[in-house]
């Protein structure tokens, strides 16, 4: 198997180089690109403060496929089990309400670091960053609706307080890594049917985000980020935390924009937004997932909008500058297997933006020559990708092709099968 693949990868090698492409640069320049895993997709996005708490927000997941994780063991041990068959070291992603409390109940605006020390030596072990959102749903004082935008300054306080203990326990997780943690901001907020006040909430709005935002936090251990949506189940007519509003104060506050493939009109796509988002801000953070109808959250695979959002982060030299996080959460089929598809699908987006002959492209392109821009872009689709992926696989030492599977089936049988 080794002899094969080490046999593709050389004739690969040779086909990209007649490009002026360096294929062992572009393996070593994709390892140093971590991805964002979503702790989510691993327990149907319902966390350890009430397990049997139904899921709101606008929020959906489909599906009873056996074996999700019940415990924040069960889940690191699932995204383990992810991480071994994934190339390259990445990242993990949790929600507030993946605390760990003692089976104490804490209130999410009395979170304390402590509470996700557990994730945090998991991180440390595996030599990996971690990512925090604080979670605004899923909870009785967001049953208005209304969160950080409520007129209700009772239920305003106590989302503002979250806010600012989510912050402090992102900062936390980064000093303790060594690696800034993303902490990204979303709320469900809104209305079903046309409203009358389009201004007021979103002026409460800003001022929940300015007092959530008061302390300065060193940006080796924190960096903020905001997060759009177009409308939600349930706030269809409405959205407070709308696109405009995001961009603006991510602009004028100097925080990460955080742009989610399934938050837009369905004819949109956040490809296109990139170049402009980061000619005004300084930093992005990518929430990738893939709308099939809107924002439904499939798991990701190789489409077109996948390679295009790799090629303009790659295009555009961001890499620097975005911050790559997955957000589906699929529970009609194994969840180890979504996360690795979907991750795998992810890097190899990357690899394929990584070996495309930029300087001769963008040459052809200022050059007025579209001709040879359309030729050289469509040659690119039969060139051995494959063999140069899957030589990246063996050198990372995780399965070379569909062997992964044989794995994931392996645990099924041994460990989420057992799961009552």
Known sequence: MATNVEQAYELARQAYAQWGVDTDAAMEKLASIPVSLHCWQGDDVGGFENPDAGLDGGLAVTGNYPGKARTPEELRTDADQALSLIPGTHRFNLHAIYAETGGKRIERNELQPEHFAGWIDWAKNNGMGLDFNPTFFSHPKADSGLTLSSHDEGVRRFWVEHGIVCRMIGAAMGKALGIPTVTNVWIPDGFKDIPIDRKSPREILKKSLDEIFAEPLDPRHNLDAVESKLFGIGAESYTTGSHEFYLGYAVANKKLLCLDAGHYHPTEVISDKISSVLTFVDELLLHVSRPVRWDSDHVVILDDELRAIAQQVI????????????????????????????????????????????????????????????????????????????????????????????EVKMYEKNVLSKRA
């Open 315 to 406: 295009r555009g030299g961001y890499i620097d500058r975005v911050h790559i996080g997955l957000d589906f959460f699929d529970a009609s089929i194994n969840r180890v297997a979504a996360w690795v598809i979907g991750t795998r699908c992810m890097i190899k987006a990357l690899l394929y933006g990584l070996l495309e002959p930029l300087d001769r492209l963008k040459a052809a392109e200022r050059e007025g020559n579209f001709t040879e821009r359309l030729a050289v872009l469509e040659e690119l689709k039969t060139m051995p990708f494959g063999a140069v992926w899957d030589y990246y696989c063996f050198t990372k030492d995780v399965p070379v092709g569909m062997t992964w599977l044989d």
